[in-house]
T-cell receptor, first 114, second 114 residues
Framework: DQQVKQNSPSLSVQEGRISILNCDYT??????FLWYKKYPAEGPTFLIS?????DKNEDGRFTVFLNKSAKHLSLHIVPSQPGDSAVYFC?????????????FGQGTILTVHP | GAVVSQHPSRVICKSGTSVKIECRSL??????MFWYRQFPKKSLMLMAT?????????EQGVEKDKFLINHASLTLSTLTVTSAHPEDSSFYIC??????????FGAGTRLSVL
């Protein structure tokens, strides 16, 4: 049972435009959400997170939106850059802390074309 | 961000042998370490959670006698794949977190069992 789903396996965007990566979850107990970025042959690196008490968190070019009623979150990257090309994983935690067990989505491959 | 070193990055072994993978937090004390496995085109699947000085907590379906985890210090955890078989071939990633902090990931280990 996939509790965190990223239904788009890949996304292609032109440099300078907005990239929108989506993530859905089924477990209503999840209360902390994170986005990780992964390059080939490297481990995931933390990008941005959001607590369930918020609906938006922004950090530079990255903004995460959370819609609790729809059990949906999205990551917006504006403007997109070729260096953003990577696999993006969303992850969720049920224990109310950022260091709790994480459940990951399948990942979305983002390609940003120059 | 914090640095987590995972070694080796790649290992090829014969069926029936045991393989040890090390995960070290280089610049912080990791109170909790996590071990994940990633199948091709699949999400990161949590195998076990370990706290320093105590036994690891394994996820359902993960054989504890097959995947031995030792978290002997606040900077080192090891995963030993015992009597490895071809079906154990996979990408294994560790992560570490300090108290109240996010998980920082190692670069992963590609295990190939012949």
């Amino acid at each position: 049972d996939q509790q965190v789903k990223q239904n788009s396996p890949s996304l292609s965007v032109q440099e300078g435009r907005i990239s929108i990566l989506n993530c859905d979850y089924t477990n209503s107990m999840f209360d902390y959400f994170l986005w990780y970025k992964k390059y080939p042959a490297e481990g995931p690196t933390f990008l941005i997170s959001i607590s369930s008490i918020k609906d938006k968190n922004e950090d530079g070019r990255f903004t995460v939106f959370l819609n609790k009623s729809a059990k949906h979150l999205s990551l917006h990257i504006v403007p997109s850059q070729p260096g953003d090309s990577a696999v993006y994983f969303c992850a969720a935690s049920v224990e109310g802390t950022s260091y709790g067990k994480l459940t990951f989505g399948q990942g979305t491959i983002l390609t940003v074309h120059p | 961000g914090a640095v987590v070193s995972q070694h080796p990055s790649r290992v090829i072994c014969k069926s029936g042998t045991s393989v040890k993978i090390e995960c070290r937090s280089l610049d912080f004390q990791a109170t909790t370490m996590f071990w994940y496995r990633q199948f091709p085109k699949k999400s990161l699947m949590l195998m076990a959670t370990s706290n320093e000085g105590s036994k690891a907590t394994y996820e359902q379906g993960v054989e504890k006698d097959k995947f031995l985890i030792n978290h002997a210090s606040l900077t080192l955890s090891t995963l030993t794949v015992t009597s490895a078989h071809p079906e154990d071939s996979s990408f294994y990633i560790c992560s570490a977190s300090g108290a109240g902090d996010i998980q920082y990931f190692g670069a992963g280990t590609r295990l190939s069992v012949l």
